[in-house]
């Protein structure tokens, strides 16, 4: 007997996408807290897009005045170029790419023109301008010139100069010197020291002409005097001198101490160097006269002879003729003298050298009288004396010696001090290091004691407080923040969410094969079922047979009763024993 079997034809299942699928199975809750995470995410991207993506500003111009600043904020705005303030307003900045192009573009339309002008005045000239206008727009050039120079300097941030030129005349004696007068404005914390303000000073005096050092003057903007009065020039107290006197201690001591450290360390010896300079200008000069001496001959400066009576013309002149005729000359002086310098004068009045007949009418009773004076040049020394600046009057040197270090035979360290030789020795090295003399007052004191060992402080700053710590935490908090922002969101917000859409939905669990058919053997519902057949010959009905052969086969072979009904459920139509099950009759 063939049972028919009639198969259902079922419509081919839609496939379904799963992110809608799992988008369906959320909560409300979870569909919000989803798109609310989704748009956190964007946000915490658009962010660190624009951070990475911000333009990198550097300084177009600083130090401006607020007309130049003004001009040159308005130029920019027409340009379309971004422009930044620094607090303040002291500087405005553009982006690093566009500064060398801006500013050529404002060069180009003379900005920024500048509070300060110079010699461009020069350049525009009016019509009818009188000469006291000339005049004084050359001054304003100058001072901006000189403005200008003085504010190259680095500590300098603005000045001022004023120039008193006087009108020049034609009289030399009435003409007035000019002076200049400099108010400068320094930098937060930093000065000038003596030989800025002196460059200052000469830089001014310089650039004038006719204009002496001397009068230029030059203030702080706290009103303070930079410049040295002409009064204090000349004075006890020079800046000049005190370095000067500071470089000579710091020799001396650099000499005590190279001597004396390589015998007892480095660390073992202090050293201090007082001198004493004389920087004052003196200025000598003498007189001295001296007698010939050793026989050196002498000099006549003048010589007069007055003689009168009747021997007058004999005796006028040693071995002149006896007719000479009185007058100027026979007022001629005698040759030299052949006695010595220092011998005995002949006396006055007689003439060694006479002829007999002079003598014979001196011997006579003759009224004759005669007179000689003879000066010679005085032996005279002058000397000038200029004692040289900076001499050395005295020097003291005071030197402390640390004890030696001593270890003994278990390594233990003590000090001790040093022996009263090695002392000695120490003190008469200081002495030649110095150039000790003891006609100056010099003086040397070279103590041995024991040095104090310095406490160090062992208080360390903890990492977190340092500079670099924390420079580099700012260089990387907005970085880490945006990314531990990101990640807070994705796990707390859209990590859940994505996991649930992600879950499939359970399926139903089928029962175990086995299971299934002893439910179905031992099943014993009454179901609906068709006419009842014909009975054999038995008289059992033939579905009632075919029922307890399958029975009877799953109890026997289970296997491959499961292995039937899984083909069934998956759709398949497996054949067993060459047409499947067949009871009786069948």
């Known amino acids: 007997m063939n049972t028919a079997v009639a198969t259902l034809d079922t419509p081919p299942a839609k496939k379904s996408n799963p992110l809608l699928e ?177 460059g200052i000073v000469h830089l001014v005096a310089s650039s004038v002409p006719e204009m002496d050092t001397k009068a230029v003057s030059v203030l702080d903007q706290n009103g303070n005097l930079l410049s040295q009065s002409p009064e204090l020039q000349n004075g006890d107290i020079d800046g000049k001198q005190l370095e000067y006197t500071r470089k000579l201690e710091q020799m001396y001591t650099q000499r005590i101490l190279d001597l004396l450290e390589p015998v007892v360390g480095r660390d073992n010896v202090k050293a201090q160097v007082t001198a004493d300079v004389d920087f004052s200008i003196t200025e000598q000069t003498s007189e001295q006269h001296r007698p010939n001496q050793n026989g050196e001959p002498s000099t006549v400066r003048s010589q007069q002879l007055v003689e009168s009576g009747a021997a007058a013309a004999a005796n006028a002149l040693p071995g002149a003729p006896a007719n000479m005729a009185a007058g100027a000359v026979a007022n001629q002086p005698p040759g030299p003298g052949g006695a010595p310098i220092n011998g005995e004068a002949a006396p006055v009045g007689i003439n060694a050298g006479a002829n007999n007949a002079g003598n014979g009418a001196a011997a006579a009773g003759g009224d004759n009288r005669r007179e000689s004076v003879i000066n010679y040049e005085v032996d005279k020394t002058i000397k000038v004396t200029r004692n040289s600046v900076g001499n050395v009057r005295r020097l003291s040197a005071a030197v402390v010696v640390n004890h030696r270090s001593v270890t003994d035979k278990k390594g233990n360290v003590t000090s001790e001090p040093l022996p009263p030789e090695q002392v000695e020795q120490m003190t008469a090295l200081v002495r030649e290091a110095i150039g000790f003399s003891a006609d100056r007052g010099d003086s040397v004191n070279l103590m041995n004691a024991s040095f104090t060992a310095p406490k160090v402080d062992e208080t360390q700053v903890a990492w977190w407080k340092s500079p670099e710590t924390q420079d580099w935490a700012k260089t990387l908090a907005w970085p880490l923040g945006m990314v531990l922002l990101g990640l807070i969101v994705f796990l707390g917000m859209v990590r859940p969410a994505i996991k649930v859409m992600q879950t499939p939905p359970p399926a139903p669990e089928l029962p175990d094969a086995t299971q299934m058919l002893e439910a179905v053997v031992d099943d014993d519902t009454e179901r609906p079922a068709l006419a009842a057949a014909k009975q054999d010959d038995g008289g059992l009905h033939l579905d009632t047979l075919r029922l307890e052969d399958a029975k009877r086969l799953a109890k026997e072979n289970p296997v491959a009763v499961a292995n039937i009904i899984k083909g069934w459920v998956n759709g398949d139509s497996p054949a067993m024993g060459g047409g499947g099950l067949k009871g009786p009759g069948a």
């Open 22 to 198: 799992g988008f369906a199975r959320l909560s409300n809750n979870q569909k919000l807290m989803l798109g609310a995470g989704l748009l956190a995410m964007l946000a915490v991207v658009a962010a660190a897009l624009l951070f990475n993506r911000q333009a990198d500003w550097k300084v177009l111009y600083s130090n401006l005045s607020d007309k130049d600043g003004g001009a040159v904020v308005a130029q920019l705005n027409q340009l379309g170029v971004p422009y930044q303030h620094l607090e303040g307003g002291g500087a405005i900045m553009v982006p690093a790419d566009k500064v060398h192009d801006t500013r050529l573009r404002l060069a180009s339309q003379g900005l920024p023109k500048g509070s300060t002008v110079g010699f461009e005045l020069m350049d525009v000239t009016r019509l009818g301008m009188t000469q006291f206008q000339e005049r004084l727009t050359f001054q304003r050039g100058l001072e901006g010139e000189l403005v200008r120079s003085i504010t190259a300097l680095s500590s300098v941030a603005d000045a001022r100069v004023h120039l008193a030129l006087p009108n020049q005349n034609g009289f030399f004696r009435e003409q007035q010197k000019p002076s200049a007068s400099v108010v400068l404005t320094l930098h937060g914390g930093r000065t000038l020291d003596k030989m800025q303000v002196a």
